[in-house]
């Protein structure tokens, strides 16, 4: 998440209603790996899970002893909920009373997220507010989880969001001649050479890069007919990476059978995928919304603009 920070809520139930402020960036560099990689666990005592974040991660207090969930994985996933209501502002003891339906809400909203159906990734939601109705058979999981879930939805859209794809760490073993066909073939699939050096004691080269795994299909063949079958290539995941572009850009027109250019990919792999999910194209906030917040958007919106007017 980047750029535009965006204060949502989603429609209301009759049990619940709820405000998130992501960020308008990743929670911390490092943060969605050091959970996938158990370096912290929701399961510790909450004094240990507080430690961590606060000298790992330099964050305060309020937010270190406040985080709820991880998502989609309740143990390993790379989202974040916190909580950062105030006491003096809604009854903590009834909001804890549906703390699980709220995780429920905020993990499903991650395993299936807005753009794609897929995960999301590396994002912090915070719950700033909730109002919730005061009879507990009005609170039940049935109310909570899907107002929880277009909530996370809501909020994400309106917060510059970006799709992620996984990228290869390729490994390939040529003669030196064969060292500026690996480049060409890795370029021409948005990857590139990140070290090029002698293997010892033979006469070959190992020549290592990354490689996108959307441009990955025919890879292989690709690097023995630029090499005349003189390199072999090994690949193995490494990371994930932003996908140029913005995916809801509607101004993108995408040609059949064309590709696309640098600008337009995020947009291309968003509504290529729900095209063969079978999903609608159009992706947009405004059914996660009821009319009074689309209402109070639109007069924020034109207040903001008529404030930078007058700078």
């Known amino acids: 998440m980047r750029r535009h920070p965006a204060r949502a809520r989603a429609r209301k139930s009759h049990a619940f209603e709820r405000r998130a402020h992501p960020p308008p960036f990743p929670p911390a560099p490092g943060l969605a790996a050091d959970i996938e990689a158990g370096n912290v666990d929701l399961a510790w005592e909450r ?22 969930a991880f998502a989609p994985s309740a143990e390993r996933g790379p989202n974040v909920l916190l909580d950062d209501t105030l006491a003096g502002e809604l009854d903590k003891r009834a909001l804890a009373a549906v703390k699980e339906s709220v995780v429920q809400g905020f993990q499903w909203g991650c395993r299936e997220g807005p753009l794609c159906d897929e995960p999301l990734r590396g994002v912090k939601f915070k719950l700033v507010g909730a109002t919730l109705a005061e009879g507990a058979l009005q609170r039940g999981g049935g109310q909570v989880i899907p107002t929880v879930r277009r909530a996370v939805y809501s909020s994400f859209l309106l917060a510059a969001p970006r799709l992620m794809e996984p990228v ?23 990857g ?16 290592r890069g990354f490689l996108p795994v959307m441009d990955s299909f025919g890879f292989e063949t ?25 995916p809801l850009d509607k101004s993108v027109v995408l040609r059949p059978l064309e590709p696309s250019p640098p600008h337009a990919l995020a947009r291309d792999f968003m509504v290529k995928t729900r095209r ?20 109070s958007l639109a007069q924020q919106a034109a207040a903001l603009d008529a404030d930078m007017g007058g700078l």
């Not at 899970?49 to 406040?66: G, H, I």
């Not at 990140?194 to 020549?207: E, K, N, Q, W, Y």
């Not at 005349?228 to 990476?241: K, L, P, V």
């Open 47 to 68: 004094k240990r899970v507080s430690a961590f974040f606060e000298t790992r991660y330099k964050w305060d207090v309020l937010a270190a002893r406040s985080v709820w």
């Open 222 to 246: 690709d690097l023995r007919v630029f090499s005349q079958g003189a390199a072999a290539a090994a690949t193995a995941f490494d990371h994930w990476a932003v996908v140029p572009g913005d």
């Open 168 to 190: 290869f760490a390729v490994e390939v073993l040529c003669p030196a001649e064969a060292r500026a066909a690996v480049g060409v073939v890795l370029s021409k699939r948005r």
């Open 276 to 295: 063969r999910k079978g999903l609608a194209e159009d992706v947009s906030a405004a059914k996660y919304f009821d009319a009074e917040m689309m209402e």
């Open 192 to 207: 590139h050479v990140v070290s090029d050096v002698p293997r010892p004691g033979t006469p070959l080269f190992v020549v």
